[in-house]
């Protein structure tokens, strides 16, 4: 099969002329014990990748990349019972132990078994099953590796969905759904009335915008410097929308001394302490993008103690993706999270390295791949 493997990180754009990524052939794996193999229908182009790319988040290399896709069970290992060759299945990069600490208090996303394997570029039950034909090992990304024809993962890293589901729609809730509809629902909580402000429209951010806007009677304002996404972010259900340096006004106009929630959907520090500021009495910002770990933040600290603010962190939206996919796609059914919107179009794997200088530059929203 071919996979999309990073063998150097920090490799200058254009990417089109770089080509961080090569298309390399390499065998289909095959899974051990508690593991599946999947057939790879369609998988997604997120900042995260980028973030591997272009060096903000360090992963072993060589690593074979992709983490949102959804796709079929071709087969499964031993000790698998509850998953067939056949299902549709999402994939989910943070598989969970079930028995660590985080898995213990109901918060599966922050597993701590899951996230070692993840950092080493391992899977779950075992070390790295993808390498060349000449032996040499290529790590995992994130448990996935989706920019392959075949992924072989964790059991714990598939949701098996219903197979009327298109696989274009079924893909964007491995990640951008999860964590953008998560970070409303499931980390700040959102209810009736409250106003909420999205800073950072990629899928994430328009996820939770949608969500945002399904909770009866909120007021959510959606902030980017693109107006191309101030549009489509109107037309997931935001109030209002505008750039950054009107989300003051906006913000002050729409609301009785600031936001309820903001969301932080950008990866910036600067971005989290301009949140702060825009919050009332009582509110909090989630900090849901990925700064480069250089990045500090400085804030005034009475603010959290004296005005009772939080700032509260969210990875995968708090997900416990077993439930949470199956629910976010019966309110996709109803009508309610129009992700269609935010799929940009579908391109081959050839058209990879392009397709980052697209995402970096905000020229797309989300833009799937097929792997046949």
Request: with cysteine.
């Amino acid at each position: 099969m071919r996979a999309a493997v990073l063998r150097a990180a920090d490799l200058p754009a254009p990417y089109a002329d770089s080509r961080p990524l090569s298309l390399e052939s390499v065998p289909v794996p095959s899974p051990r014990t508690g593991e599946v193999l999947v057939r790879v229908e369609r998988a997604g182009l997120c900042h995260s990748d980028l973030s591997v790319i272009d060096g903000s988040r360090v992963r072993p290399l060589p690593m074979a990349l992709g983490h949102e896709a959804t796709g079929v069970v071709e087969r499964v290992g031993d000790g698998v019972d509850d998953v067939r060759p056949g299902d549709h299945v999402v994939l989910v990069f943070v598989p969970s132990c079930g028995s660590c600490r985080a898995c213990s208090a109901g918060r599966p996303a922050l597993c701590y078994r899951g996230a070692d394997a993840n950092g080493t570029g391992d899977l779950l039950h075992g070390p790295a099953v993808l390498a060349t034909s000449e032996g040499e090992r290529i790590n995992h990304h994130l448990g996935v590796s989706a920019f392959a024809r075949y992924a072989v993962v964790a059991r714990e890293s598939v949701v098996v969905i219903d197979d009327d589901v298109p696989f274009d729609v079924a893909a964007m809730f491995g990640c951008a759904a999860l964590t953008g509809i998560g970070a409303v629902l499931n980390t700040a909580h959102v209810t009736e009335g409250q106003s909420v402000v999205v800073f950072g429209l990629g899928a994430v951010g328009l996820m939770a915008v949608m969500a945002a806007a399904q909770v009866a009677g909120t007021t959510v304002i959606a902030i980017d410097p693109l107006a191309a996404k101030q549009d489509l972010a109107l037309r997931c259900g935001a109030r209002q929308a505008g750039s950054p340096e009107e989300a003051a006004g906006l913000v002050a106009a729409a609301t009785d001394g600031g936001a309820d929630v903001v969301i932080e959907a950008v990866g910036s520090g600067r971005v989290l302490e301009a949140g702060l500021q825009l919050l009332a009495r009582g509110g909090a910002v989630v900090s849901v993008g990925l700064p480069h770990p250089d990045q500090q933040i400085s804030v005034q600290a009475l603010q959290f103690a004296g005005m009772g603010r939080r700032l509260l962190g969210c990875y995968m939206g708090d997900a416990v993706p077993g439930r949470d996919i199956p629910a976010y796609l019966d309110l996709w059914r109803q009508g309610k999270l129009p992700v269609e919107l935010l799929h940009t179009d579908t391109r081959p794997l050839d058209d990879l390295n392009e397709s980052l200088d697209a995402l970096a530059e905000g020229r797309v929203v989300r833009r799937i791949f097929t792997l046949g």
